[in-house]
């Protein structure tokens, strides 16, 4: 069985066309994965003489400063869990995908149906048609049982 690579990149940035009415910033994940880039806020903000932007994290060591860059290092955390958990399928994943278990969207109960129609949909721009065929086909034979 043939490994499927995949890259990933995490990143922390101030969004600077967002400065508050504090002269804060706000703080953003840029995520990285197979030349796929994808933003998403960390609800957090900071003034920018206050960051690093080498390090992507708060300058200081005050009580504070520790605080936001400890949850700065569990959001990294998730992140890579969340890609860990897909890379363990051993497939070409899709930002998205990683997009939807890191906002907590990932629905964990699975109907047969939803599966089915999940993998057609995330699957269809990847393999061949006559692949997709015999999927589209065992969906429609399936639905049939199911509704019978």
């Known amino acids: 069985m043939k490994t499927v690579k995949n890259t990933l990149a995490i990143n922390f940035y101030l969004y600077k066309g967002r400065v ?21 806020s960390t609800g957090k903000v900071i003034e920018e003489s206050r960051w690093n932007n080498l390090k992507g994290i708060a300058k200081g060591t005050n009580h504070e400063v520790a605080r936001l860059n400890r949850f700065l290092s569990n959001f990294h955390a998730k992140i890579s869990e969340a ?31 939803k599966l089915i129609e999940y993998h057609n949909d995330s699957q269809g721009e990847l393999l061949e048609w006559g692949t997709m065929k015999n999927y589209m086909t065992t969906q429609k034979y399936l639905m049939a049982f199911i509704k019978n």
């Open 20 to 40: 508050n009415k504090d002269g804060k910033s706000p703080i953003v994940a840029r995520i990285t994965l197979n030349s796929k880039r994808l933003q998403i």
């Open 83 to 113: 890609y860990e958990r897909l890379n363990l399928q051993n497939k070409r994943m899709s930002i998205q995908d990683l997009k939807v278990i890191i906002e907590g969207k990932f629905e964990g109960t699975w109907t047969v149906t």
